[in-house]
């Protein structure tokens, strides 16, 4: 099987050769590790055009904002494709600069522009919106433009797929920073969101349908370019359980979660639901919200023992390799027991795709080599683990 059959086939519970491998993107410092480092970074770009034109460099870094993420996504694509992956994700994000050190977006959300070895990490810091007054004041983007730019950013990322070390790699179409739950929380920041979501609770409900609209429509975006496979990257928990009471979230969140999934499904895809933390009391809202597959099942805090019993032939799983120590300065041994704990207790008889909780700049190309490595040594069915 070649990895597109491979994920697709776990994600419709049928039988595939080996366990597949997964990635949400690759951090551009093992990018730069497997590829070499690119002659000019990000910042340089912004420190030229910044000498170049002092009086409108902002507009100008905005206006190839879509060229750098095709170019962030492309060489997380070729990285993943050499190192062994069968999947990785793609999809546009919709980022405004401000200035050098400070960024926004479509939703109100302000980040702080991070530098790790030369590359841009947003750092969520507040949102603009507080109440119903800044909401209606707030400037709604022209959703037609987004698309737009959505289309040439993973139309792009698919033609270079064509020439990577595997093109059959499967191209997750994700929604990262443009999901249904997190812009409309940070939009406000947590505590105007609560305080909203009693004293006026249709502003939430429309904060929600704003980005509930933009998710489907980027996703049929893509689906017209050929994808098959989507990713909701929607954080709804902490290490400690959900960031709401279960409560507000199947009357608020969960009819936003089945409009979506229901779109994929009628356009003939699968979509896989993301959420760090302990997702364990949440996975009964996964299944009534639609989704096929779950990931990160991040450990220590959601226990795998259950999981594949009480949810198997309901939900395909993703995850559950450690991205706190495992995949940072883990041992090998250590990195080949994560893999054969997921496999053991989520992989027997398929159902699995491995897959770090997560992707950021402290883990390394080392431990991540182990992990694909194991993976393709203890997850080839039938397994006996």
Not at 252 to 281: A, N, Q
Request: proline share 5%.
């Amino acid at each position: 099987m070649n990895s597109q059959e491979r994920v697709w086939a776990v994600l419709n519970q049928e039988p595939t050769d080996r366990v597949p491998i997964h990635i949400i993107t690759l951090d551009g410092k093992i990018c730069d590790e497997v590829l070499g480092k690119p002659a000019r970074t990000t910042f340089d770009t912004i420190d030229e055009l910044e000498n170049q034109y002092p009086d409108d460099w902002v507009e100008r870094i905005n206006g190839i904002l879509t060229n750098i993420e095709i170019s962030i996504f492309s060489r997380s694509l070729e990285a993943a494709a050499q190192l062994g992956f069968d999947t990785v994700g793609a999809g546009y994000i919709p980022f405004i600069f401000e200035n050098k050190n400070d960024m926004s977006d479509i939703f109100g959300r302000k980040y702080q522009i991070i530098n790790t070895h030369g590359h841009i990490m947003p750092y969520y810091m507040d949102g603009l919106i507080k109440n119903r007054e800044d909401w209606e004041n707030f400037p709604k983007s022209d959703f037609s433009n987004i698309f737009m730019e959505a289309k040439k950013l993973y139309k792009t990322v698919l033609r270079r797929k064509k020439k990577c070390a595997n093109p059959n790699m499967c191209i997750m179409a994700q929604d990262d920073y443009v999901s249904v739950f997190p812009p409309a929380w940070q939009s406000m920041g947590m505590n105007a969101f609560v305080r909203n979501l009693k004293k006026d609770p249709k502003l939430i409900k429309e904060i929600l349908d704003f980005s509930t609209e933009i998710v489907i429509g980027l996703f049929k975006t893509y689906s017209e370019l050929g994808a098959k496979v989507f990713f909701e990257a929607s954080d709804l928990a902490f290490r400690s359980g959900p960031l709401l009471n279960p409560k507000y979230i199947n009357k608020y969140v969960l009819p936003c979660m089945k409009r979506v999934t229901d779109e994929i499904h009628k356009l003939g895809g699968k979509i896989i639901f993301h959420s760090d933390g302990d997702i364990t009391c949440l996975l009964d809202f996964i299944v009534s919200s639609g989704f096929d597959a779950v990931h990160c099942l991040e450990p220590p805090y959601v226990k795998l023992d259950p999981l594949k019993k009480k949810y198997g032939e309901k939900l395909s799983f993703l995850g559950n390799i450690d991205t706190s120590h495992v995949l940072v300065s883990g041992t090998k041994r250590e990195v080949e027991d994560a893999v054969k704990f997921a496999i053991k207790n989520l992989g027997q008889d398929g159902g699995l795709i491995i897959s770090p909780t997560n992707t950021h700049p402290a883990m390394n190309l080392k431990q991540i080599v182990w992990m694909i490595e194991a993976t393709k040594k203890y997850g080839i069915y039938p397994n006996k683990l």
